[in-house]
């Protein structure tokens, strides 16, 4: 539902939104159905993973830019706004991502992502990063589908964010940060693909 009310929809750019699921049952899908009828794919994966759905959700994309946005996130009304010209405006970038902040739970308020650890250059006005750890990404799908997109065999459920990057740097497609990209982690978030594919 944040997604549907991003700011600049059939103005700015157009957007199909895709749900990936690979949960146990058919909650997600009729509720799904049921409240936003046509106006959402959905589609279901071969392999239940993290990595699946978002394979699955890529291959049905019809759009050139693709932006994978977990399920335990909330987006701002301008960030899909922020994110496409944050990819059109870096014109080196392949992939971009932004500031990760929790909501709910003892962290509130504070960044899940970036980290004091996460490496970060600044060159030409863009700020580069080492990686952008999937809670939500935009990137090309030509470039996506290069480098082989997220793998479902060692990264199904965890850290395929991680590795998707290690692989777009080597592969020569650099990622980067802009921090007026926003997104919200939610502590509480029961229907999480994280806790309900087993």
Same mark, same amino acid.
């Given at each position: 539902?944040?997604?549907? +009310?991003?700011?600049? &929809?059939?103005?700015?750019?157009?957007?199909?939104?895709?749900? @990936?699921?690979?949960? *146990?049952?058919?909650?997600?899908?009729? +509720?799904?159905?049921?409240?936003?009828? *046509?106006?959402?794919?959905?589609?279901?994966?071969?392999?239940?993973? &993290?990595?699946?759905?978002?394979?699955?959700?890529?291959?049905?994309?019809?759009?050139?830019?693709?932006?994978?946005?977990?399920?335990?996130?909330?987006?701002?009304?301008?960030?899909?706004?922020?994110? &496409?010209?944050?990819?059109?405006?870096?014109?080196?970038?392949?992939?971009? =991502?932004? +500031?990760?902040?929790?909501?709910?739970?003892?962290?509130?308020?504070?960044?899940?992502? *970036?980290?004091?650890?996460?490496?970060?250059?600044? &060159?030409? =006005?863009?700020?580069?990063?080492?990686?952008?750890?999937?809670?939500?990404?935009?990137?090309?799908?030509?470039?996506?589908?290069?480098?082989?997109?997220?793998?479902?065999? @060692?990264?199904?459920?965890?850290?395929?964010?991680?590795?998707?990057? +290690?692989?777009?740097?080597?592969?020569?497609?650099?990622?980067?940060?802009?921090?007026?990209?926003?997104?919200?982690?939610?502590?509480? @978030?029961?229907?999480?693909? @994280?806790?309900?594919? *087993?």
């Amino acid at each position: 539902q944040f997604l549907l +009310a991003s700011e600049g &929809i059939g103005k700015s750019f157009d957007v199909e939104i895709i749900v @990936a699921d690979s949960t *146990p049952d058919e909650t997600l899908h009729t +509720a799904v159905s049921t409240r936003f009828g *046509p106006s959402l794919l959905y589609v279901r994966p071969e392999k239940p993973g &993290i990595a699946g759905n978002k394979n699955a959700g890529a291959r049905a994309a019809k759009h050139p830019i693709l932006v994978f946005c977990d399920s335990d996130m909330e987006v701002e009304r301008n960030t899909l706004g922020k994110a &496409i010209d944050t990819l059109k405006t870096h014109e080196t970038a392949a992939g971009a =991502g932004g +500031a990760v902040v929790w909501r709910g739970g003892q962290h509130e308020g504070e960044y899940d992502r *970036p980290r004091p650890e996460d490496r970060m250059k600044i &060159i030409g =006005g863009s700020m580069y990063t080492e990686a952008i750890y999937s809670r939500f990404f935009i990137t090309y799908k030509e470039v996506f589908l290069a480098v082989g997109g997220y793998d479902e065999v @060692a990264f199904n459920m965890r850290g395929e964010g991680s590795d998707l990057s +290690a692989r777009y740097w080597r592969a020569g497609f650099p990622l980067v940060y802009d921090n007026e990209i926003i997104v919200h982690h939610v502590h509480e @978030a029961p229907y999480s693909a @994280a806790l309900r594919v *087993p």
